[in-house]
């Protein structure tokens, strides 16, 4: 499979390579690895994403993302498909390319990308996460799920500096009947229950509760959650900020994070109870979550010293630490604002959690300037 993902597999296709000069490989996930192209008929053009869809990915999945991307259109901050063809059952999908700077081609310190998560200033981080909440105001006001959010999923132009939302495995909130597209009939024109199975998705530490827990309601709630992991890292300086690679650990060190309490009430509207052993000790008597929340996130920050993965986007406003004598700023201190939206992005309960239209107009992302209405889409 690792063959299938190199540059000279991409240029083994004709129909590529008479069109495009594949430069170079920008990275991959699950699914997809993505080159940068440029047009051969064009001298000097401009940089492409070229997306190639790995080929035992399940075809519905694949019509699915197809789908979405035509849908949204490139709009609010959703990256633009230009076009997409299928090569001997390889997909290709030709996008914008996003001109950020990640880490990975940096020749920097483990120190110094933590002190860079950690001197990340005030004004960029609001103005990151406006994009990111535009975005997916934007996605869901289509009823549009995009389950993967994450850092690496959603890059900061460094010219324009703004934002593009990109990957995921999107799903509907409604699903529809296709009996009239196919030769087998749906589970509910069959009479059996409707519930389609329950998706997970996403990247281990990002995942809301009712994802891990299995709902069968999983509903555009889970994206704002992973927003909410997204300002953890920002606020703590930790990158990533829960790095294990099992969800019940990630669900035991929430517990720690945001209150026993909390989590059982999460746990218990999807019909789930927590047992964690030992116990987190209780709030205190008149501490709310979000004080509650706070104690931990600045004592993370205070103590943290250790970098286990590179951030994934860097931009010129928030630009990199210098190479040498760096003043670790780990004191920062936040407005009461930054914690009370992550509270609220954070809770467990899916529908007391804020909304992405609701977020964007928190008082810690109003201080930044939002230039263009979001107009509810027509279908």
Not at 41 to 58: C, F, G, H, Q, R
Not at 97 to 114: A, C, G, R, T
Request: charged share 25%.
């Amino acid at each position: 499979m690792s063959k299938l993902r190199t540059l000279e597999h991409v240029r083994s296709f004709e129909e590529i390579h008479s069109l495009f000069d594949v430069i170079d490989k920008k990275g991959q996930g699950t699914f997809a690895t993505v080159f940068t192209v440029r047009e051969k008929s064009v001298p000097n053009s401009e940089l492409y994403a070229l997306k190639m869809i790995i080929p035992t990915t399940d075809l519905k999945r694949i019509e699915n993302e197809l789908r979405i991307l035509r849908q949204l259109n490139g709009k609010h901050g959703v990256i633009k498909m230009l076009s997409a063809m299928r090569i001997r059952d390889h997909t290709f999908i030709l996008m914008p390319y996003i001109d950020h700077m990640s880490f990975s081609v940096l020749n920097i310190s483990s120190f110094e990308i933590q002190s860079y998560y950690l001197t990340f200033k005030e004004k960029d981080i609001r103005r990151y996460l406006l994009h990111l909440l535009r975005a997916l105001e934007y996605v869901h006001r289509y009823g549009i799920i995009h389950r993967d959010v994450k850092p690496s999923n959603f890059l900061l132009d460094r010219r324009t500096q703004n934002g593009s939302a990109s990957g995921g495995g999107g799903s509907s909130t409604e699903e529809q009947c296709v009996c009239g597209n196919r030769l087998t009939l749906c589970r509910g024109c069959r009479g059996y229950s409707k519930h389609p199975p329950v998706r997970r998705g996403g990247t281990v530490g990002y995942r809301a509760p009712e994802v891990v827990l299995r709902s069968f309601r999983q509903t555009t709630a889970i994206d704002l959650w992973a927003v909410g992991v997204v300002l953890l890292t920002f606020l703590s300086g930790r990158y990533p900020f829960i790095k294990v690679d099992d969800d019940l650990e990630v669900l035991h060190a929430f517990t720690h994070l945001l209150g026993y309490e909390r989590m059982q009430q999460g746990a218990h509207v999807v019909g789930k109870r927590l047992l964690v052993d030992p116990k987190p000790p209780p709030l205190q008597e008149g501490e709310t979550p979000t004080v509650f929340l706070k104690k931990r996130l600045v004592t993370i920050r205070k103590n943290e010293r250790k970098l286990i993965a590179p951030p994934p986007v860097m931009n010129e406003v928030a630009s990199p630490p210098e190479s040498h004598g760096v003043a670790l700023s780990n004191t920062h201190k936040f407005p009461a604002s930054a914690y009370d939206l992550c509270t609220r992005l954070l809770d467990p309960v899916p529908s007391r959690r804020i909304t992405a239209e609701l977020a964007v107009k928190h008082p810690f992302i109003r201080g930044t300037e939002v230039r263009t209405h979001i107009s509810a889409p027509t279908k």
